[in-house]
Every structure is written in C-alpha cells, then in structure tokens.
C-alpha cells in the first residue's frame, strides 16, 4: 500500500488558527503556508526569469540538481521535468504543498545537508540564503556537490530587493484575510499585518509576522565563497533585479580527486 501524503494545510484551516491563536507564533513559512502558496502559484514570470538565469550558468551536461529551500515547489516542478532533481526545506507546512505534485523534497537544514558529492548543480532563490548564516550555507552547498558542481543562488544587497510595502486582500467563501506589508530599512525587517475576519460569525483577529533578513555586499560573498571552497565566483547584479544580486560560482577539484 502506498502510504498516504499528508494533507497540505488549507487556506480556512490558516484563518482558524490565526482566530484561534492570535499572538501565537505565525509566519509564511508555517501557519501561513497556505498564504505564500497563494502568492507563488502562478508566478510564471518568475520561474521563468529563474530559468533563464539557470540556463545561462548551468552547463549542457547537468544531469542531478538540489534546490535549496525548495518551498511548495513551484520551481521544483521546473526542474523536475528536465533534471533528476530534488528539493529541501526546512519547513514541513511548505513540503506538504511539494507533496501532493509527487516532487522529490525532503526535509532538511539548508546548512547541514545529508548528501555528500551527489549533485551536478545546487541552487537558491527567493532570498533564502538571507535568513541563514552565508558561511555555513555555502559550506553544505559545497559538501552536496561533486567536485566542479555548480551553485547558484540569489540573495538581496538592501532592502529594495523584499516584499514592497502595500496591502493585499485574499478570500474564500468563509474567510477574508488584509495583509499589510511596511519594510524597515537598515536592518532591513519585513513586518506583516494580518487581519482574518470569518464572514459568518463577525469574528476578527490580526497577527503579526516580522522577519530580519540579512543583506550580502557581492564583495564580501566572492570571499565566503572562495574560503568555502568555491572557484570561479561570479556576482551579477544585473541578473538580481533591484537591490539584489546573483550569484554563481564552481565546487573546486581538491587534490586527489
């Protein structure tokens, strides 16, 4: 018998405990998963400057690729139908979305990866590297690559490159959720307001998300890079949109391999 993929949390089930538990601990990552699945489903024109970018860095003969912070999947999909690929996240709520469309993602820290030389190609985006430490991400992205494997990832230089400030409304037949969006700059701290109101009964209730992410100088990246182990370290800024960079760099062949 095939054993049964968990249920990915629904957008009334994160209304629930948003009415239920207000000053608990909410985020996009968790009880909001629903919500930032929401906000990914569709975005193809995204995923397809996130190929482009993949495509002009990752060579003809790539065969096994490992996205880094995987989420719900969305790019996971992409690459699942031209490479062996495989996601991780840290994040259960987001992998149950990975799930249900059959896509190899398992759980794990993005800095303490279990693969050892498994993969041709590794690569980040939406930011993900921001909320670990540099050092040790770049060090699991190494140990995962055989040797001339290739990482890729973007990260944000200031706080140009998060979630723009504004509010946005979501809804199903019960429930009505305003999020608010305001970016403080220098740290740069994304705080989020969300406001759920269940239409049958007037029941209303908001929480707040507040996430520090951490900014990168290109500069100072090739350097982690190079002391990870890394060669070849390109930062493209034009590549990164606004406030943001992307950057590319080779596992480098250690004597006696």
């Known amino acids: 018998m095939t054993p049964s993929r968990p249920r990915p949390p629904?957008?009334?089930?994160?209304?629930?405990?948003?009415?239920?538990?207000?000053?608990g601990e909410h985020s996009l990552y968790t009880t909001l998963a629903p919500l930032y699945?929401?906000?990914?489903?569709?975005?193809?024109?995204?995923?397809?400057?996130?190929?482009?970018?993949?495509d002009a860095r990752l060579p003809a003969d790539v065969s096994?690729?490992?996205?880094?912070?995987?989420?719900?999947?969305?790019?996971?999909?992409?690459?699942s139908a031209r490479y062996d690929a495989v996601g991780v996240d840290s994040y259960p709520r987001l992998l149950a979305f990975a799930a249900v469309r059959s896509l190899n993602a398992v759980l794990g820290d993005v800095t303490r990866l279990p693969f050892r030389g498994?993969?041709?190609?590794?690569?980040?985006?939406?930011?993900?590297?921001?909320?670990?430490?540099?050092?040790?991400?770049?060090?699991?992205?190494?140990?995962?690559?055989?040797?001339?494997?290739?990482?890729?990832?973007?990260?944000?230089?200031?706080?140009?490159?998060?979630?723009a400030s504004g509010v946005e409304t979501f809804r199903n037949g019960r429930y009505h959720l305003e999020r608010a969006v305001d970016v403080a700059r220098d740290p740069v701290v994304v705080r989020s307001d969300y406001r759920v109101t269940d239409r049958r009964t007037g029941e209303t209730a908001v929480t707040t998300e507040r996430r520090r992410l951490r900014t990168y100088d290109p500069k100072g990246v090739r350097r982690v890079l190079r002391e990870a182990g890394f060669e070849d370290?390109?930062?493209?800024?034009?590549?990164?949109?606004?406030?943001?960079?992307?950057?590319?760099?080779?596992?480098?062949?250690?004597?006696?391999?």
């Open 10 to 23: 629904s957008f009334g089930d994160m209304c629930e405990a948003i009415l239920s538990d207000p000053d």
């Open 37 to 54: 699945a929401r906000l990914k489903a569709g975005d193809d024109e995204t995923l397809d400057a996130r190929r482009r970018i993949l």
């Open 64 to 79: 096994r690729v490992l996205e880094l912070g995987c989420g719900v999947g969305e790019l996971l999909a992409r690459l």
């Open 118 to 163: 498994a993969f041709d190609a590794a690569c980040s985006f939406d930011y993900r590297v921001a909320s670990v430490p540099l050092a040790e991400f770049c060090e699991a992205a190494r140990t995962s690559l055989r040797p001339g494997g290739i990482l890729v990832f973007d990260a944000p230089s200031d706080a140009r490159a998060v979630d």
């Open 233 to 257: 370290a390109e930062v493209c800024v034009d590549a990164g949109g606004d406030g943001a960079f992307v950057a590319s760099a080779v596992r480098a062949v250690e004597t006696g391999e």
